[in-house]
């Protein structure tokens, strides 16, 4: 078949709900496009094995940003999910889903409908939490939810006395009632293995006859009859291939791929357009714009106590929790390395928590460049803790590269632009050393090995800010919702401003950067987009 109601471009954490949601029913016939292959495989599977993905262009985008003057110059490096459940299929599964507030500001942006009270029944509608329903939480959805506070290192009780000890209230639900506080992680597994939105959502859905999936697809353009979008132009195994859509092209290609797309399909800022030489569909300054990401400083310490190195780092110590994994589904296999966290104010007077904690009972400072060697540890008792301000206000941007679809487009993250930015990762670095001095850190650490206690002054901490600072994987905004056409992309529903049959529901839409992981209101905002299409379906006729 070559014409399908709705085609849905990229497979990742968006594209797999909507594959799902919109071929429910049985009515509507789906294409869901992926340049990537099969999820089916098993470091994709086992929950620790993200660290094998981390690296791997069969799974991987892994794109590289330009050089970035706020972080000394250096490239950034963006791994991305090439494969069915995207980024979902190779991050490290923690399930955040953002202060109430983060919501009520994108409704105060100029999208009704997207408020905190708006959201929450579909955020309780994707998930199976392990701990049942209740007011915030929801049971049943097709993604499962766990609390492994039962399975994580024994240092992750010293994280949370430290936490306590630095005047931070325990949390035992950080997407319960208020996200403050430290706490322990859930994580999105299901019986010991990876919940990703492959699994989750597309899995169950590949049987039903209306639903299309076609994967090594890669899409180079947006087809348009005037100012309609009306199919797409993609690569498979070398060969051209044109489909059409009966109802709706939809963008979920995520927050690097969507406004891509959009800038090669004659989408975007005329005068980039002009000089790639691609003819203007429309002029749409914002695509590639407002580019938001959360921007993380680590400490590493040695421990005086054993740690996840002292498990995975000798063969036996790897063949135990292999021979575990294998019986039990259980064991630091099954789970993340980012295993405590949490939320604080990093001032009192703030009006919410600016700041996001990690804690990894694991460290990988000798790791070989290119690798990131979550099994094969430093030979040492080693943790690492991480701050990461919540709402940057830098901004950056993406532009085209060459106007060859399969070139990677240019990235700018323009990190720490803003004296904002700069100061709260100063408070952010700053609150790591708190946590360190307190009674329950200083009993198991043996020294801090980066930075180094001889880094301390303000000069000094910025400086390594700007040389080791790095991104958490979180970027948003480049196809942004909005009211405006000159300063977003699409409208509350999701579509793009100005044309037609055209929406782009992925993380790229979100008006402004969460407070946290960004998988879970991916996730929400495609279940709250298919819903949006849905409904246009049903009182329209193709």
């Not at 509507?28 to 990537?36: D, W």
């Not at 005068?271 to 590493?300: E, F, K, T, W, Y």
């Not at 990190?415 to 700053?430: G, K």
């Not at 480049?478 to 992925?506: A, E, F, K, W």
Request: hydrophobic content about 40%.
């Amino acid at each position: 078949m070559t014409e399908f109601d709705f085609i849905i471009v990229g497979a990742g954490s968006a594209g797999c709900v909507l594959a799902h949601r919109l071929s429910e029913s049985g009515e509507h016939s789906v294409l869901l496009l992926e340049a990537g292959g099969s999820d089916q495989r098993l470091w994709l599977r086992v929950p620790i094995g993200y660290g094998k993905s981390f690296y791997n262009p069969t799974v991987n985008w892994m794109y590289r940003t330009a050089p970035d003057p706020g972080l000394a110059g250096r490239e950034g490096y963006w791994p991305r999910g090439k494969v069915l459940g995207g980024s979902s299929s190779i991050n490290a599964m923690v399930f955040v889903r953002g202060q109430a507030s983060d919501f009520d500001e994108w409704a105060a942006m100029g999208n009704p409908g997207w408020s905190w009270n708006d959201v929450l029944p579909w955020f309780k509608k994707l998930e199976d939490n392990q701990a049942g329903p209740d007011a915030w939480r929801g049971s049943g959805g097709p993604l499962r939810v766990s609390d492994v506070s039962d399975q994580v290192h024994p240092l992750c009780q010293i994280y949370l006395q430290a936490g306590k000890q630095a005047g931070l209230a325990i949390n035992r639900d950080l997407n319960g009632a208020t996200q403050e506080g430290v706490g322990i992680y859930q994580i999105t597994t299901d019986k010991g293995m990876r919940a990703s939105a492959s699994s989750a959502y597309l899995r169950p859905a590949l049987k039903r006859p209306n639903l299309s999936v076609q994967t090594h697809a890669h899409v180079s353009r947006i087809l348009f009859e005037g100012s309609q979008a009306c199919g797409v132009a993609y690569q498979q195994g070398g060969v051209s291939r044109v489909v059409r859509a009966r109802r709706e092209v939809i963008l979920s290609a995520g927050a690097i791929n969507s406004p891509q797309l959009l800038l090669l399909s004659g989408v975007g800022p005329a005068s980039h357009l002009q000089a790639m030489g691609i003819q203007v569909v429309a002029d749409r300054p914002a695509v590639g714009q407002n580019l938001q990401d959360h921007l993380c400083i680590d400490h590493l310490y040695r421990s005086t106590r054993p740690t996840l190195n002292n498990q995975l780092g000798p063969w036996y110590g790897k063949l135990w929790a292999g021979m575990q994994y294998a019986a039990m589904r259980r064991g630091p296999l099954a789970l993340s390395v980012n295993q405590g966290g949490g939320f604080f104010r990093s001032r009192p007077d703030l009006p919410h928590p600016n700041m996001q904690l990690y804690f990894s009972p694991l460290s990988y400072l000798r790791a070989t460049p290119g690798k990131r060697a979550l099994m094969a540890p430093d030979p040492y008792p080693g943790f690492l803790l991480g701050a990461q301000p919540c709402k940057p206000t830098s901004r950056g941007h993406l532009r085209l590269w060459t106007s060859d679809a399969m070139d990677a487009p240019i990235i700018e993250p323009n990190a720490l632009s803003t004296a904002h930015d700069v100061q709260e990762m100063l408070e952010a670095s700053r609150f790591l050393r708190t946590l360190a001095a307190t009674s329950a850190f200083r009993s198991v650490i043996e020294r801090e090995l980066v930075p180094g206690l001889q880094v301390h002054t303000h000069e000094q901490l910025l400086d390594d800010l700007r040389q080791r600072a790095s991104t958490v994987f979180h970027p948003v905004s480049t196809c942004r919702m909005g009211p405006d056409p000159l300063t977003s992309v699409v409208n509350q529903r999701l579509q793009v401003h100005g044309l037609g049959r055209l929406r782009v529901i992925d993380a790229s839409a979100f008006p402004s950067l969460t407070s946290g992981n960004t998988n879970a209101p991916t996730l929400m905002l495609a279940e709250k987009g298919a819903d949006e299409v849905l409904r246009s379906a049903r009182h329209s006729i193709p």
